[in-house]
């Protein structure tokens, strides 16, 4: 979009991890080691990482692909799973703003779509869904 002036999604990220490592939120990340029954290969270092946490409440801020809000779920279920969690909240650019942007995002409107079809299936974690939009 040559001459537009767009959202950065590097910017913004930083500018939510600023605000709430002030709040108190810190990072939240579970080592472990993959290993598989009768599979000889074991994968050490491997980990899930979640943005935010403070006080059981987990936040991802996601401006990346659809792919990536979706995974962020399967996320939230394994810390609510390990008692980690109480709520997952995922912070996802609306349709309008997702336009905005200056890389290929997705938008939160088909998350929601998709949650809602799911059926209390997945994710069974509390979720909060909060679509962002800049004036």
Same mark, same amino acid.
């Given at each position: 979009?040559?001459?537009?002036?767009?959202?950065? +999604?590097?910017?913004? &990220?930083?500018?939510? /991890?600023?605000?709430?490592?002030?709040?108190?939120?810190?990072?939240? /990340?579970?080592?472990?080691?993959?290993?598989? +029954? &009768?599979?000889?290969?074991?994968?050490?270092?491997?980990?899930?990482?979640?943005?935010?946490?403070?006080?059981?409440?987990?936040?991802?801020?996601?401006?990346?692909?659809?792919?990536?809000?979706?995974?962020?779920?399967?996320?939230?279920?394994?810390?609510?799973?390990?008692?980690? =969690?109480? #709520?997952?909240?995922?912070? #996802?650019? =609306?349709?309008? !703003? !997702?336009?905005?942007?200056?890389?290929?995002?997705?938008?939160?409107?088909?998350?929601?779509?998709?949650?809602?079809?799911?059926?209390?299936?997945? $994710?069974?974690? $509390?979720?909060? #869904?909060?679509?962002?939009?800049?004036?």
């Amino acid at each position: 979009m040559r001459g537009k002036a767009l959202y950065s +999604p590097k910017s913004m &990220n930083r500018q939510f /991890r600023d605000a709430f490592n002030h709040r108190g939120f810190s990072e939240l /990340r579970d080592t472990y080691t993959i290993s598989i +029954p &009768n599979y000889d290969i074991q994968i050490s270092g491997a980990y899930k990482q979640i943005d935010f946490v403070k006080d059981k409440t987990l936040v991802e801020v996601q401006f990346g692909k659809y792919a990536f809000m979706f995974y962020d779920l399967a996320k939230f279920q394994y810390f609510y799973n390990e008692n980690k =969690c109480d #709520v997952g909240v995922e912070i #996802v650019p =609306c349709h309008p !703003m !997702m336009k905005q942007m200056s890389t290929g995002v997705s938008y939160g409107e088909q998350l929601i779509f998709d949650i809602e079809r799911l059926k209390r299936h997945f $994710p069974s974690v $509390p979720l909060k #869904v909060i679509l962002i939009d800049a004036d």
